[in-house]
């Protein structure tokens, strides 16, 4: 293995662990176990339990397309429950690396009811 391979590779483990990271620190704040990030099929329903959406939109992931749209629709959802805005749940679909450690790590609190526009 190259330098280059092995920077590369680390830079992948780092930008891993700092999703992973962040986003169990944000199923926490909802109350929710944060292991269950780890686990593959289950934290999509974590996932969901977190937005307040019905279970079978798991079953919606299968089929294209319609899994973009329901990412998206889910997680403008986790935004709003954290206080944020759609822009935000853009963010944390294109940019996890990014806006998971702002919603697990900074001040934004969960909650179950919708703020008041």
Avoid: C, D, H
């Amino acid at each position: 293995m190259n330098a280059g391979m092995f920077y590369v590779s680390s830079l992948g483990l780092i930008a891993t662990l700092l999703v992973i990271v962040g986003a169990w620190k944000t199923f926490e704040k909802a109350g929710e176990p944060g292991w269950a990030i780890l686990v593959p099929i289950y934290n999509f329903l974590v996932v969901l339990r977190i937005a307040e959406k019905p279970w079978w939109w798991v079953l919606l992931l299968v089929i294209p397309i319609v899994n973009v749209i329901i990412s998206i629709l889910v997680n403008i959802e986790i935004a709003n429950r954290f206080g944020k805005g759609a822009g935000f749940g853009i963010g944390l679909l294109i940019l996890p690396i990014i806006f998971f450690p702002i919603l697990g790590f900074g001040e934004s609190r969960y909650s179950r009811s919708l703020p008041q526009a």
